[in-house]
């Protein structure tokens, strides 16, 4: 009975003191006398001024820290914060060390980051160093997880003060986030892994990027990384991945590069280029919408496309392909199939804006460009194969370009010259012919047919050619079996060139 009362009386006695501590804990002068000892405490640690408003310590694990601010070591204001509320497992921490906060949450965040110059240490340097252990031959293990951070109404701003500020443009020496807000649960952190899902993070940044929403899932370790539902929200354009996965292999702590390996799975998006502005400004004007779709796996050396579709609202502009590339460190080798490559001349005229290069004039002439079939590089050589449409008519080519060496087949019922090459003397041209030469078409060889070709009023039918063209003169068969006459050489002809443009006589040698 004796024992009872005495573990009755002990218990009680424990209960009070908590319930005096914790009434005591909730007096305003109390609140304010321990603000100002972990001021002391955690400014000597810094070795820097440090200021705390107010502590509110709740139910057995819970604190709230009120009127932040933490001075640099040139006595500017650094880190503030309205409010800084956290809940931590204590009974957790001192059984395993592992630090477990079950929620967080950091209201009115202020942080003014600077460097004075590229090479000097930026004002929060001594804060990471006095926080760092002086103890260099032993290693404590981190064990950190976050069931709950919210950050309300904060903001960052950095400065390299030596460099140039670029207006209107993002600038990674200059950087400036404001309306910050954020929602994060840290499952895990420790030395070799990472489990963090972004439930959403949105900011404005003073350049003009405004982010309405980041969110993700990752997970990481020393072999694979696994990214998942990936969302990316700007002020007119999203960005969605259902998964990317990357495996590699760490040696000494750096990247093996030729370990990498990763599959980027249901990529979609709707791009505003314009969004995008402060990162590139040409993309200003480029107010027009972009669907894209994606699905690729690739390692260091390759890529295996196994979708790509890009389209404006309209589809006047669409690529829709699938292939892959190959010896990438090196000389890359590529195939790619097209259902289809469409190309507006309006897409034509802002690739020209952008790159600020001048259209080639020919590109400029045939206007809206539709193509279906193949293009790949292999063994040096460039191949196309396929369907080319144009406003200046349509043909199946199969080309092969291989330095300056070409040869191809053509094939057309309708390709008007005059549009092409900007010049009235022609007109259509019909042909079914395989040529081969080079690039600067000083020798060329013909065999074929042509079924109609417009020149000076005039249009020449049944053409047959089977022959060579090479300074300037022309070798082989030449046969023309035209309504208004027939006409079969086989020989030389020289001066080529400028009889066609009426400035010689055309010199012959035929039987």
């Known amino acids: 009975k004796k024992l009872r009362t005495i573990i009755r009386w002990g218990v009680w006695t424990i209960a009070g003191l908590y319930i005096t501590t914790i009434v005591l804990l909730h007096i305003p002068a109390v609140q304010t006398f321990l603000a100002q000892q972990v001021s002391d405490a955690a400014g000597n640690k810094l070795g820097t001024e440090v200021r705390v408003g107010r502590i509110d310590l709740g139910f057995i694990n819970r604190f709230v820290l009120d009127d932040i601010l933490i001075y640099d070591q040139s006595h500017k204001k650094m880190l503030s914060a309205s409010r800084v509320g956290a809940r931590v497992d204590l009974l957790h921490l001192l059984r395993t060390g592992e630090i477990n906060i079950s929620s967080a949450q950091v209201f009115g965040l202020q942080a003014e980051l600077y460097k004075k110059s590229k090479d000097s240490k930026p004002n929060y340097q001594f804060a990471l160093d006095s926080l760092a252990s002086k103890d260099t031959t032993s290693h404590t293990p981190l064990h950190l997880s976050i069931n709950s951070l919210v950050i309300r109404h904060g903001r960052i701003k950095y400065d390299c003060l030596d460099s140039p500020s670029t207006p209107n443009q993002l600038n990674l020496n200059h950087i400036n986030l404001s309306d910050i807000s954020s929602y994060l649960i840290l499952h895990k952190l420790n030395d070799t892994s990472v489990w963090v899902d972004l439930r959403t993070l949105s900011f404005k940044e003073a350049a003009g990027l405004e982010v309405k929403q980041l969110a993700f899932d990752l997970k990481a370790n020393q072999q694979q990384a696994t990214l998942r539902d990936f969302v990316f929200n700007s002020t007119n354009s999203k960005i969605g991945l259902s998964t990317l996965q990357i495996s590699y292999k760490l040696n000494n702590k750096k990247l093996d590069i030729n370990s990498l390996r990763y599959d980027i799975k249901n990529f979609k998006a709707l791009i505003q280029p314009s969004d995008f ?21 690739g390692t260091s050396r390759s890529i295996k496309v196994k979708q790509i579709n890009i389209a404006d609202r309209s589809f006047s502009t669409q690529i829709r392909a699938k292939g892959w590339v190959s010896n990438l460190q090196k000389k890359p080798t590529w195939d790619f199939s097209f259902s289809p490559l469409k190309i507006s001349s309006n897409t034509l005229q802002t690739v020209a804006k952008l790159t600020h290069k001048p259209l080639p004039k020919v590109l400029n002439n045939i206007g809206n460009v539709y193509y279906h079939g193949t293009f790949a590089h292999t063994a040096g050589k460039y191949i196309a194969k396929g369907q080319l449409k144009t406003d200046a008519g349509a043909l199946r080519l199969s080309t092969v370009i291989h330095g300056k060496n070409i040869q191809g087949t053509i094939n057309t019922t309708g390709l ?16 079914n012919i395989k040529v081969e030469g080079n690039t600067n078409l000083s020798h060329i060889v013909a065999k074929g047919d042509i079924s109609s070709f417009y020149y000076k009023g005039y249009t020449y039918k049944n053409i047959h050619l089977d022959g060579s ?8 068969k030449a046969a023309i079996n035209d309504p208004n006459g027939r006409l079969d050489i086989d020989g030389k002809a020289a001066n080529v060139m400028a009889f066609i443009q009426h400035k010689g006589k055309l010199s012959t040698d035929i039987s």
Not at 277 to 297: E, N, R
């Open 416 to 431: 008007n010259i005059a549009k092409v090459l900007d010049n009235n003397d022609f007109g259509n041209l019909s042909t």
């Open 277 to 297: 502005t402060s990162i590139f400004p040409d993309l200003k004007a480029l107010t027009a919408s972009y669907t894209a779709s994606l699905d690729v796996q």
């Open 469 to 476: 063209y090479k300074n300037d003169i022309f070798t082989g």
